[in-house]
Structure formats: C-alpha cells, structure tokens
C-alpha cells in the first residue's frame, strides 16, 4: 500500500513552518492517540503514520530530501524516517513529547508549552528539637518556638518578579524545562540552561530575594504540647516548613520532643518511680513517711515494720497521664534503708546493746551465711 503524502497527513501546506508543522502535528496527535480512540483498531496506525510525517518534516535535511524526492528518498531504510525509523529513537521522543501534552498533569503534575511550565516546588520539611521536663508532659503545655528557615518574599508575594510579576514562559524549551539536540539519528536531550528546568524564567527578578520568591527569616510559632507525650514523640505542624521557590507550597515542621532527666521521678510509660530512702528505725519498727507526687501533691504512706532496701509501695492512678486516654499510670515507691553515718558514741553503745541482743532478727543474713558456709565446705571436701 503506497504512502499518503506527509504534508497531506498533517493536513498542512507544503512549504509549512517549522511552528505551523509542530501545531498542526500536536492537534493530530491528541486527536489520533490510541488512547482517546480505543474503537478504531487503525488508530495506532494512524498515529504512528502522523509521528513519522512529522519525524521527517521537521528535520531540515529530511524534509529538503523529501520534498526533492518523496518517500524515495527514505527507502531501505535511509534516513531513519521510513518504515525502518518509525519506531527508534526519533520515535520514542516525539512520542514521549504528546504524551507529557496530553498526560502531563496526571503524571507528575508537570505543564509544559503555553500552559504556564511546570508545577512549583514544594518547600523542604523542618526538624526542630524541643527540650521539655516532665511537669510539662503531665500538664501538657502552650509554648513559642522561634524557627529559622525561610518565607514567602513580601516584596512580590512569592512570585520571584519584581512588584509581583508573574513569571513567564522560558523562550530557549517553550516550557518544557528541557532542550533536544539532534546528532545523526539521535535525539539528545537535557536540562534546559535558560530556566534550569523550571520552564518559566523571571524577566525582572524581585531585588529583595533574587527572583527566588523566598527570603530566609526566623519565625515564631505557638506550639500547644498534649499532656502524656514521651519521650522521641513527633508533632507535626502541616505548612509550617520552608516557604516553597515562587509561590510553591510550603513544607511541614516536625517538632520533636526531647525530655529532661527528672531530679525525682523517673519514666516508664505511662508508670513513675521515685527512690525514697526511709531511716533505719523506720524501716525496722515502720512509720508514715510524705512521699511526692508529679502533680505538686504529698501523699502520707504507711511503711510496714521490717521493710527492707527495694521493697516497692504502690500509688495508684498517680503516675503519668496516657496521651488522648483520660487514664493514668501508678507510682512506685521504691525504699532505701539508709544506714546512719556519724554516730556519736552514745549512739554506738546502743546500737552496740541492740545489735547483741538481735542475734534472731535478721532471718535473710543468717540464711545467707548458712549457704555461704555449706558452699566452703563444698569446696574444701
């Protein structure tokens, strides 16, 4: 089956500019695209036959040897441009080309051409430490951090261009943010060096940032923390990033908590523990002790006769709130004995007297050393 006329296929003029060649190709090849013509079997036919017509048309040598010679030109294969070259490289970028057109905006949200370049980068996300004690993870907390970063320039709202100025399409890609070069039957392509992949350039740029539509500047930021947060907790604080580049969305903060050791208390979840030392004769004959609760309160414990180093008393419901739970954690009580330093000699006699007149008192001392003698003798036989 003989060829159609390329100029035909494009339904322009022979003779055509190179713009009214690229135009005409572009109305065929949204109109043609499988795509939008699933119940026409010829339709990739169609459109492959408008790719190539176009593929030869807008190379300069091509399009001199074919209005000379016609589809001659191109047979067996020369040239790239008939039915060997329909499906190379040339191909593959004209028809990466209409698919950005037609498809750019559900592929990444990239305009090109007259539509008004690509779509504006978001703004980086922030991190910022924030060093809290522990009351304030009980009470939760209202706080003002002040944040360095960057902001929208005031000077042209963001923009980039001078007074406000919107930018405009790169000449140098059309808005396409990259270039082609041709050599032999390659196509190469690259980041556009005008606009720098951006697809719009700045004619005037804003004096005050540079064209770049942000300006670095420290922020203050109200900050509300929830009461039972831990420590490594992540609060995110959406748009409050840096300001994105002419008029891009800004990024988010992400504050993250970092909690002070406690001179009292320490953490286990939603459980506290506080170390409580407890006088000798308390522990021995037991009392009452004022114990410290995180809220600012005193709680009057019981301390049991004989209590010994480690033993734990519990509080309930007075530890650590859970975070959005309405419930709370207990406080452990963990005793000390503390033995008495300094003693006058006086003090020594008594505890002299007491000490020979409690041979039978200290049940786990005499057990330990009752296994401490049957290991030597182990030994020793």
């Known amino acids: 089956m003989s060829k159609r006329d390329f100029y035909e296929v494009l339904g322009v003029q022979k003779g055509a500019s190179d713009a009214e060649l690229k135009k005409a190709f572009r109305g065929k090849a949204r109109e043609l695209h499988p795509d939008k013509n699933k119940d026409d079997p010829k339709a990739a036919e169609k459109f492959k036959e408008a790719n190539e017509a176009y593929e030869v048309l807008k190379d300069a040598e091509k399009k001199a040897a074919y209005d000379q010679f ?22 593959s970028s004209a028809f ?51 944040v360095p970063g960057s902001v929208a320039c005031e ?9 406000g100025a919107e930018p405009v399409t790169c000449p ?10 041709q050599q032999g039957f390659f ?16 004619k005037n740029p804003c004096r005050s940032c540079q064209g770049q539509g942000r300006v670095a500047k420290s922020r203050s930021l109200q900050v509300r923390i929830p009461e039972g947060v831990e420590n490594g907790t992540r609060i995110r604080l959406a748009g409050e990033g840096e300001a994105g580049a002419r008029g891009g969305p800004p990024g988010d903060l992400y504050i993250f908590l970092e909690m002070a050791e406690h001179p009292l208390f320490e953490r286990d979840g939603m459980d506290l523990f506080c170390h409580i030392p407890v006088p000798m004769t308390t522990a021995a004959l037991g009392g009452e002790i ?15 006769a004989g209590s010994q180093s480690g033993k734990q008393l519990r509080l309930r419901a007075k530890g650590m ?17 503390e033995t008495p330093v300094n003693l006058t000699s006086h003090q020594k006699e008594l505890l002299q007297l007491f000490e020979d007149a409690s041979k039978e008192n200290s049940p786990e001392s005499k057990d330990f050393f009752t296994k401490v003698k049957s290991f030597w003798d182990g030994m020793t036989s």
Do not use: W
């Open 70 to 91: 016609g589809h001659a030109a191109f047979e067996g294969g020369m040239g790239g441009g008939g039915r060997g070259g329909a499906g190379g490289p040339e191909f």
């Open 96 to 146: 990466s080309d209409v698919f950005d057109d037609l498809f750019g905006d559900f592929m990444g949200g990239q305009r090109r051409g007259g539509g008004g370049g690509r779509a504006r980068a978001r703004g980086s996300d922030l991190r910022y430490n924030l060093k809290i004690n522990l009351e304030d993870a009980f009470t939760g907390k209202e706080t003002t951090i002040s």
């Open 155 to 163: 000077s042209c709202d963001g923009s980039g261009g001078e007074g």
């Open 172 to 181: 140098t890609c059309s808005g396409m943010g990259k270039v082609r070069a």
């Open 187 to 202: 196509t190469i392509e690259r980041t556009c060096p005008t606009c720098g992949g951006r697809g719009q350039t700045i």
């Open 290 to 304: 004022e114990a410290p609760t995180i809220d600012g309160g005193r709680s009057r414990v019981k301390i049991p």
């Open 321 to 337: 709130p859970q975070l959005r739970g309405g419930k709370f954690g207990d406080l452990y009580l963990e005793l000390q004995v």
